[in-house]
């Protein structure tokens, strides 16, 4: 299944903190099923793509950040599979 995760930066953002976030980072790498990586231009968080079949996987890595980032991830769905759903909706 698709998700959508955004993750904001929380507490102070000093290159101590900063530092011990991107190794966390650099030990676990790139998030399972990650499609895409996308941060914000005002450095305040960013967004992932994942295909994510294991629930657990997807908690562990958001503990595994919950002290630098608030993570929030929600379903989402392709436009050619939610078409015909909304159109389903309409009759």
Known sequence: MLFMTTYKFVG???PERT???M???GERGEAEGTQAHYVRADSGGGWLIQEIT???TAYAD???YSEWLEI???PILGMDEAA???LESLA
């Open 12 to 14: 102070d953002r000093t």
């Open 19 to 21: 530092a011990a976030l």
């Open 23 to 25: 190794s966390v980072l």
């Open 54 to 56: 294991d629930a657990a």
């Open 62 to 64: 958001a503990l595994a």
């Open 72 to 74: 929030e991830s929600v």
């Open 84 to 86: 015909p759903k909304i």
